[in-house]
């Protein structure tokens, strides 16, 4: 099914503001007057202190702050490259095990557990890599049968949206929604009107079918806020706001809050990429205004002696013997350190006996001493 551009506005007009038929879903609103409709309305919307809604069921923490709970949606926004898929696919694996991936806690309830994503961005190869990184960050071989993962590259803003609509009446059971992103699900961005349906359409779903969606948006180059009317519409009717950024100088992919309706701001989280492991790693979060070499960091005689011992087990994790120049970068990585800090605790290492010196490199095999006072 692929919808053409003249079938949108019926479908808008669905999800639009006014639903005469959900509000009316015993009567035929095409029998009956205006001033019936919004008597009605004004009926079923109306205070009533009988009604004692249901606690908020939060599902989405951030050191322990309330990030999304169910019957809301949030927004991940950055500008494009800028490591969002990183940390959606931090999110979907931390929802689908139930662990804490980078700082981030999404533990649905038993009944809702099931979890949807929805990528109308990337081409099939980079649709798959995100998929394989999902299972690494979770630590699992196959996707469990409540995860189920839609590439909707080729199809335009009317399909998919009525493809969500469909997906969530077959599966109530579903309690989170991944939409990335959501300026595929509207064909003019800066409409206000159309931006309006997609946001209004958003509040439909969440609130009829009690789920938490996750949208992503992409950010402007030059002004740095989330584009058009949409991304301005959705910032405000967010529950929370969450922005990505690159930081170069350290290597990092910074997650950051922008703006938390129902919380405190939380600790930005920094994650870099491990060469040496193959895989995405948290790590101190560095200040991007400054070279990652002048940040305060914590000397070497301030860690501990067994966080020495493991970052030790990392920098020859791969090779037991390295030169000085590989020595030097992998201590760079290992604990995110400018190349004259990488210098000085690779000297540390050495002085405390972590690490020894042999005529061919350096190396963490203990047997090394012996051959190095066999050279001597």
């Known amino acids: 099914m692929h919808l053409v551009a003249d079938q949108w506005l019926p479908i808008a007009e669905k999800f639009g503001a006014i639903d005469t038929e959900n ?3 015993k009567s035929n609103p095409l029998t009956m007057s205006k001033d019936t409709v919004l008597k009605q309305l004004l009926i079923e919307r109306a205070y009533n202190p009988a009604h004692e809604p249901e606690s908020e069921q939060v599902v989405f923490r951030i050191q322990f ?19 969002k898929s990183k940390y959606l696919s931090g999110m979907m694996a931390a929802a689908i095990t139930r662990q804490e991936i980078f ?66 009446s077959l599966y109530p059971d579903t309690g989170l929604l991944f939409l990335d992103g ?31 969606v996750i949208g992503v948006l992409h950010r402007g180059v030059t002004h740095d806020k989330s584009l058009g009317h949409v991304g301005s519409i959705a910032d405000r009717a967010a529950q929370s706001v969450l922005i990505v950024e690159k930081n170069k100088e350290a290597k990092q992919y910074v997650l950051k809050a922008e703006y938390l309706r129902s919380a405190d701001d939380f600790e930005p989280i920094a994650i870099y990429y491990n060469k040496q492991l193959n ?33 030790v087990a990392r920098i020859f994790s791969i090779d037991q013997l390295l030169p000085y120049k590989k020595y030097i970068q992998n201590i760079c990585e290992t604990y995110a350190l400018g190349h004259n800090l990488a210098k000085d605790m690779g000297s540390y290492l050495v002085r405390e006996g972590l690490v020894w010196k042999t005529n061919d490199g350096y190396t963490n095999i203990r047997q090394s001493q012996l051959f190095i006072k066999a050279k001597n």
């Open 23 to 25: 509000i009316l879903s």
């Open 65 to 83: 702050q309330n990030i999304g709970s169910l019957g809301n949606f949030d927004l991940i926004t950055g500008r494009p490259k800028s490591g």
């Open 103 to 168: 700082s981030m806690s999404l533990r649905l309830p038993e009944d809702k557990k099931r979890v949807a994503h929805w990528d109308t961005e990337q081409n099939r190869y980079d649709y798959h890599a995100m998929i394989k990184l999902v299972c690494k960050l979770g630590n699992i071989d196959t996707m469990p049968t409540h995860f189920h993962s839609f590439h909707c590259r080729q199809d335009n803003a009317a399909t998919i949206i009525a493809m969500v609509d469909y997906f969530l």
């Open 182 to 212: 959501l300026l595929d699900m509207i064909d003019r961005f800066n409409d206000e009107g159309q931006s309006k349906m997609l946001v209004n359409f958003l509040k439909k779903i969440t609130d009829q079918y009690n789920v938490l």
């Open 279 to 311: 895989f995405w790693e948290q790590t101190d979060y560095l200040q991007p205004d400054q070279p990652a070499e002048r940040q305060r960091k914590k000397r070497p005689a301030e860690y501990d002696h067994n966080d020495h011992a493991a970052n």
